[in-house]
C-alpha cells in the first residue's frame, strides 16, 4: 500500500536553532517527492520538488535530501524564525500514475523566542 | 496576479442538499485537484484532472463529484452531503501535474449539519 510516514509528529525549537524533518515513504514507483510549508488555516505552499536523481535541494533556509534507494527525505531548516512556525507536509507522487499524490500528515513545529 | 480562487469560503448546509464548491485558476494550468483536510488525517487527493474532459479518483472520492468542461474551472459537487464531509477542502492546480510547482486555494470550510 502507497503511504507516506513523518516523524515527529510535532517539534517545538527555540528561535535560531536548526531542526530536521523526516519523510519515510512506500510509494512505487516514486516519480518525485515534494515538502509544503502549511501556515494556519491557509493553502501549502511549496518549499521543494525532487525528483529519482536528485538528492538535494535547496530553497533559503530549507534544505531537503532525498535517498530513493531506502524511500526516505528529510528537510533541514536553518537559523529558524519564528515564522517558521507552521506544518510541514511531504508529498509523494506516484509513477504510475501521473497526477496521483499522497501526503503525509506532516509535522507540527513551534518556534518559541 | 496569477492565484486559485475557491468559493464560498465557508458553507453551512444541511445533510442532503446538494451544493458546488466552485475553482478557478487564471494560470493557464492543466492539472487541477481536489483535497479534503481533516484533523490527525492530513490532506487526502479527492479527485484530479490532467486536462479538460479528464478526470480520475483520488484517495477519498466517495460522495464526490468533479468535471473539467473547461480549462479554468473544476468545480466540486457534492450530490447529497452527510455530516462526515464536513471538512477543510482545497483545490490546487499546476502546470502539467509533473514535477513542478502546485499551487493551492484558500479553502472552503464546510460544515454539513
Known amino acids: 500500500k502507497n503511504q507516506v510516514e513523518q516523524s515527529p509528529q510535532s517539534l517545538i525549537i527555540l528561535e535560531g536553532k536548526n531542526c530536521t524533518l523526516q519523510c519515510n515513504y512506500t510509494v512505487s514507483p516514486f516519480s518525485n517527492l515534494r515538502w509544503y510549508k502549511q501556515d494556519t488555516g491557509r493553502g501549502p505552499v511549496s518549499l521543494t520538488i525532487?525528483?529519482?536523481?536528485?538528492n538535494t535541494k535547496s530553497n533559503g533556509r530549507y534544505t531537503a535530501t532525498l535517498d530513493a534507494d531506502t524511500k526516505q527525505s528529510s528537510l533541514h531548516i536553518t537559523a529558524s524564525q519564528l515564522s517558521d512556525s507552521a506544518s510541514y507536509i511531504c508529498v509523494v507522487s506516484d509513477g504510475s500514475t501521473l497526477g496521483r499524490l499522497y501526503f503525509g500528515r506532516g509535522t507540527q513545529l513551534t518556534v518559541w523566542p | 496576479e496569477a492565484q486559485v480562487t475557491q468559493n464560498p469560503r465557508y458553507l453551512i448546509t444541511v445533510t442532503g442538499k446538494k451544493l458546488t464548491v466552485t475553482c478557478s485558476q487564471n494560470?493557464?494550468?492543466?492539472?487541477m485537484s481536489w483535497y479534503r483536510q481533516d484533523p490527525g488525517l492530513g490532506l487526502r487527493q479527492i479527485y484530479y484532472?490532467?486536462?479538460?474532459?479528464?478526470?480520475d479518483k483520488g484517495d477519498v472520492p466517495e460522495g464526490y463529484k468533479v468535471s473539467r468542461k473547461e480549462k479554468r474551472n473544476f468545480p466540486l459537487i457534492l450530490e447529497s452531503p452527510s455530516p462526515n464531509q464536513t471538512s477543510l477542502y482545497f483545490c490546487?492546480?499546476?502546470?502539467?501535474?509533473?514535477?513542478?510547482?502546485?499551487?493551492f486555494g484558500p479553502g472552503t470550510r464546510l460544515l454539513v449539519l
Open positions: 484532472s490532467m486536462n479538460v474532459e479528464v478526470t
Open positions: 490546487a492546480s499546476s502546470y502539467s501535474g509533473g514535477a513542478e510547482t502546485q499551487y
Open positions: 494560470m493557464n494550468h492543466e492539472y
Open positions: 525532487m525528483t529519482f536523481s536528485e
